[in-house]
């Protein structure tokens, strides 16, 4: 059994902005239920109607209740919709339960009391739905449930006594690159390669740092050389990977097939 005695102990995070820190009140995570039931009443029913339980799940809305702040609000705003991993962490237990192709529905703050009670939010969370979307139960690396990070920058400064590499850019600017510790990589999705290379750019990139959103900017406006970056990451990264981990997964056959288009549409 892996249970958390109680909510306190339980943390949100999301790879769609990893600087959001989520001070919940309450929260519920995306539940799974079985659709309608099936009608299967003919002509030789007796007394009742019959039926049988329907065949497709659905994940269900999560909720999360939070303090109305409006940094919160503007920074929920600017992924409203934007699909990643929303992730509900046990402190104690070091049980993670994934959420991949979720996003954001809104944000709606509640009705304000003149006294005694502080004005809350509630963020919604949708599913894209689909077996890739279904909840994925694992156990955060040895020690995780105590790092006490949250943020890219808490992170950084964890990266900070590893070696870094300057990638030096055609059009004469600078990227410092770091390595990509396990613990960071664990979080990655593990069917959606698109993803993954947003992620490492976005975590491997120390200066100047990028959002998600300004990763998958990069990418679209040049591909070759955010694979070639991407590739330098996970290059500094290998030495850090826990045994088992194979050198070569589908990221390399993305990287590759990402490199194959643009070359063909003679992108850089």
């Not at 790879?15 to 919940?24: K, L, R």
């Amino acid at each position: 059994m892996s249970m958390e005695n109680s909510g306190y102990n339980i943390i949100v995070t999301c790879t769609q902005d990893s600087a959001i820190t989520f001070n919940c009140k309450a929260k519920r995570r995306p539940g799974l239920r079985l659709g309608s039931k099936i009608d299967v009443t003919t002509d030789h029913s007796r007394s009742a109607r019959e039926y049988e339980p329907g065949g497709l799940l659905e994940i269900t809305d999560g909720q999360l209740t939070v303090p109305d702040d409006p940094d919160l609000e503007r920074s929920i705003l600017a992924i409203l919709g934007q699909k990643g991993i929303i992730t509900f962490r046990g402190r104690t237990t070091g049980k993670e339960v994934r959420y991949s192709n979720a996003w954001f529905a809104s944000y709606t703050p509640s009705e304000i009391s003149l006294d005694s009670t502080q004005p809350t939010a509630v963020i919604t969370i949708q599913s894209a739905g689909g077996t890739t979307s279904l909840p994925e139960v694992a156990d955060a690396l040895p020690g995780e449930g105590h790092m006490g990070y949250s943020t890219k920058e808490e992170l950084l400064r964890r990266l900070s006594s590893l070696p870094s590499l300057d990638f030096e850019l055609p059009e004469g600017g600078r990227l410092k690159l770091g390595p990509l510790l396990p613990e960071v990589r664990a979080r990655f999705p593990q069917k959606n390669s698109w993803e993954k290379l947003l992620l490492t750019l976005h975590f491997g990139i120390q200066t100047p740092q990028l959002s998600l959103r300004e990763s998958a900017e990069f990418v679209n406006l040049f591909p070759l050389r955010a694979v070639a970056v991407g590739r330098k990451i996970l290059q500094l990264s290998a030495e850090y990977d826990r045994q088992g981990i194979p050198e070569r997964d589908e990221t390399d056959h993305f990287f590759a097939a990402l490199e194959g288009i643009a070359e063909r549409r003679g992108e850089r």
